[in-house]
């Protein structure tokens, strides 16, 4: 885990930084699916989570398109899919106890599942590993985000 201006950020995740969604890449236990949910800076910039909506499983999903509807005390809004490929499963838990999503957004909090449609051409588009930790600290400085107290 790296902490960058408090914010939380797995190292073996994928990012859609300006968005602050996350990606845990496909894998055997998921069936190939990738799992989506917003990450800490997100989370922070929300405030606390009241309501999740998230698509429907079965749900063909272009890259960009909104995979959920968040609602939180300040923001209501997309999340984007990081990548286009087929919702294959929702978090019900979230839909129920949104606060899930701030309690722990890398864990329970998760939204959906994805199996990735061209996984090697859209995560071109995502940062990942210490790289992309470093440039996701560029782009906070840039726009001058923490999630609270100093850097």
Not at 12 to 32: C, F, K, Q, T
Not at 53 to 66: E, H, I, N
Not at 125 to 132: H, I, R
């Amino acid at each position: 885990m790296t902490r960058i201006h408090n914010c939380d950020l797995p190292d073996d995740l994928y990012y859609l930084m300006d968005r602050h969604v996350w990606l845990r890449p496909p894998s055997d236990a998921e069936g190939g699916a990738v799992v989506v949910g917003i990450n800490d800076v997100a989370r922070h910039l929300a405030g606390t989570i009241v309501a999740v909506t998230p698509k429907k499983a079965g749900r063909a999903v272009p890259k960009g398109q909104s995979v959920a509807t968040i609602e939180s005390s300040k923001w209501v809004g997309p999340v984007p899919a990081p990548v286009g490929g087929e919702i294959v499963e929702v978090n019900e838990n979230v839909r129920k106890n949104p606060r899930l999503v701030n309690e722990d957004p890398y864990g329970a909090g998760w939204l959906v599942k994805l199996r990735p449609s061209a996984w090697d051409v859209d995560r071109a588009g995502l940062v990942t590993g210490s790289d992309g930790l470093e440039a996701y600290r560029a782009f906070l400085e840039r726009e001058g985000i923490q999630c609270g107290g100093t850097s």
